[in-house]
């Protein structure tokens, strides 16, 4: 309870900020401001004046954006606040409850009034299924609040090609393959953050976000590497080749979880590289963003809008820093990193697909599932429910 108490009072500070409630009023006003203020800009003539007002629009969308995305935060922090005053109270009441059995009991000691001694004996008893009902409210909630997997909605996922050439970037790509079309069978949304394309059309490296359901209590379980023995395209002598490609699959953390100050972070901008049409090394568009604390470093080039890449390579970086933190207190709790399955190392080997033999052999389960071009089609989910039992 110490831990809920402790950041009950840090959110009680948080929302209290100023300026996060004028972000919060704000978002809920009309945004007619900008309305007007692109109308000016059609009326206006084809001069420099234009220009000015069409930078006005442009400041207006930015500074609008950042209103709404305040107004996010503190939605957030509110639906949390109300969450660890349920815990809160029930803590409290719980705590009445206690004390008014020891009074009882105390009456049960004295024995001076036997009409209050029975009285005694009868409150204790409702007293105590009372009790006994409350801690399990609570036990409830508790698990509610710290069970943060079941919670997340949204993951982002990477894939890199590992041992094998060629051969391992066409496997990244056919692994990409095979979650969109498992995410798809989910309803799940997905959005493509980074990736870097060979010339055949293999994957060097893809990270992309799924998100709109139960993700990472399903994906959490492709997290390792994934082995692929078979005769690869490029291969004209008929030999079977084996080859790896690694799969880290990361929560994304909600705006309230993850704080980043823009002072913390050095932003490089430069042209996109790799295949592709008439974009590609022509614009200013790729972003590098160094997290100077912890060094971490990402990228995104896919989009053809600078602010979008920024927007995604910050999607990665909020990730990236969530799990660094989640690590960090899990080694604190437990010593060490607990192994377990649905929290693979990234370079324990989890699965093969082999596909001359038309066997996927999960290593951590010890079982083999047959028809692997039905499983690379979206199939996964009776590997993922395996997974789910022995876990």
Do not use: C
């Not at 996010?72 to 949390?80: C, H, M, Q, T």
């Not at 005769?231 to 079977?240: A, D, F, L, N, V």
């Not at 590609?280 to 990402?298: D, E, Q, Y």
């Not at 079982?367 to 071009?373: A, G, P, Q, R, Y």
């Amino acid at each position: 309870m110490g831990e809920v108490k402790k950041e009950y009072q840090t959110l009680l500070e948080e929302i209290s900020n100023p300026d996060l409630i004028s972000d919060w009023e704000k978002g809920d006003e009309p945004r007619s401001s900008s309305r007007f203020a692109g109308a000016r800009v059609g009326n206006e003539s084809k001069d420099s004046s234009s220009r000015f007002a069409g930078a006005r629009v442009g400041n207006e969308s930015k500074d609008s954006s950042s209103r709404f995305a305040g107004a996010r935060v503190f939605e957030e922090l509110i639906k949390r606040k109300n969450f660890l005053e349920k815990i809160i109270e029930k803590e409290k009441e719980l705590k009445e409850i206690s004390d008014n059995i020891e009074e009882n009991k105390a009456i049960l000691r004295a024995g001076e009034d036997p009409e209050l001694v029975s009285l005694a004996e009868g409150e204790i008893s409702q007293l105590q299924e009372k009790r006994k009902s409350l801690k399990k409210e609570l036990e409830k909630l508790l698990k509610e609040g710290t069970n943060k997997n079941q919670s997340i909605e949204s993951a982002i996922v990477e894939i890199r090609a590992g041992a094998g050439g060629e051969e391992a970037a066409l496997f990244a790509a056919d692994l990409f393959k095979m979650y969109s079309k498992y995410a798809v069978l989910q309803g799940w949304q997905q959005k493509v953050l980074d990736s870097h394309l060979t010339e055949i059309g293999g994957y060097r490296e893809i990270v992309f976000e799924l998100k709109n359901g139960d993700v990472f209590s399903k994906m959490k379980y492709e997290a390792g590497i994934h082995r692929v023995q078979r005769i690869p395209t490029t291969e004209k002598s008929g030999r079977i080749h084996t080859s790896t490609a690694s799969v880290a699959v990361l929560p994304k953390p909600k705006a309230t979880e993850i704080k980043i100050s823009p002072s913390d972070l050095k932003v490089d901008v430069y042209k996109s590289s790799g295949p592709g049409g008439q974009y590609v090394n022509k614009r200013m568009t790729a972003v590098r963003i160094t997290h100077l604390p912890s060094g971490l470093v990402v990228a995104s080039q896919t989009e053809r809008n600078l602010l979008q890449n920024k927007e995604n390579a910050m999607s990665i970086l909020s990730a990236r820093l969530f799990e660094k933190k989640e690590t960090e207190e899990e080694a604190k709790i437990a010593g060490k990193r607990r192994s377990q399955i649905g929290k693979a190392e990234r370079a324990e080997k989890i699965r093969t697909y082999n596909f001359p033999q038309d066997r996927l052999t999960d290593h951590r389960i010890k079982k083999s599932f047959h028809n692997v071009k039905s499983i690379m089609s979206g199939k996964l989910e009776p590997i993922i429910e395996a997974l789910k039992k022995k876990a």
